[in-house]
């Protein structure tokens, strides 16, 4: 069974830029996960769709930074304009029916923004 | 909201046992995850704690008391690649959010 990919793997970029990170779940999973984690900490949850619906965004930063999950299968995440303090690691993750469950992670994306 | 604490950094040395301990303060706990996540790679699942006691999975083991808040994961028999960040993440409140707290960097040394 495939787990959850992401793409591109990493990305460098110039502040102000826009970029876009990709993740496929795995098949069947309903919730999904975005994670952002800087170098040194823990994963810091960004967005949770159950399905098509997103039912915990509270940490995400709204100005910049915006989701889909088009059809409750794959998902985008975007961030426009970048800045500096974006550089992260953005990771995806999933799990089969409720939150709380074992998440399964994706290999992430790297973000430079210089 | 959830506060989750452990040590930034631990050593230990091959063959030996290590427990890296992880306290929490949180409303409406549901369970308590551990993952492994070494350098450079995604956290991949170790344990998931809902009751009370010492759960066992070969080398690695996890404790919970829910009354001190209060969990560790206990390896045994290390070998260099147990060299990685151990994350300890909390699950609470009705839709079970997890919070995970910084991690904690093992290096196991000959």
């Known amino acids: 069974e495939a787990g959850v990919v992401q793409s591109p793997r990493y990305k460098i970029i110039e502040k102000k830029q826009p970029v876009a990170f990709w993740c496929n779940p795995i098949s069947g999973h309903n919730t999904l996960y975005w994670y952002r984690q800087n170098l040194g900490q823990g994963p810091e949850l960004l967005i949770r769709?159950?399905?098509?619906?997103?039912?915990?965004d509270s940490q995400l930063p709204k100005d910049r930074f915006s989701a889909e999950r088009l059809k409750g299968v794959d998902s985008t995440l975007k961030i426009q304009p970048a800045e500096l303090g974006d550089s992260a690691v953005y990771l995806c993750?999933?799990?089969?029916?409720?939150?709380?469950?074992?998440?399964?992670f994706g290999p992430g994306t790297r973000l430079l923004v210089l | 909201g959830q506060n989750i604490d452990q040590p930034t950094e631990m050593t230990a040395t091959e063959g030996a046992i290590v427990q890296i301990n992880c306290t929490y303060q949180t409303s409406g706990f549901n369970g308590l995850f551990w993952y492994q996540q070494h350098a450079g790679e995604a956290p991949t699942f170790l344990s998931y704690n809902v009751l009370d006691g010492l759960e066992e999975k070969g080398r690695f083991s996890s404790f919970l008391s829910r009354s001190k808040g209060y969990s560790y994961l206990l390896l045994k028999e290390l070998q260099m690649k147990d060299s990685a960040s151990y994350l300890c993440a909390g699950s609470s409140g009705g839709y079970q959010k997890v919070t995970f707290g910084t991690g904690t960097k093992l290096q196991v040394i000959p």
């Open positions: 993750a999933s799990s089969p029916g409720q939150a709380g469950e074992t998440q399964y």
């Open positions: 769709y159950e399905n098509e619906e997103a039912v915990d």
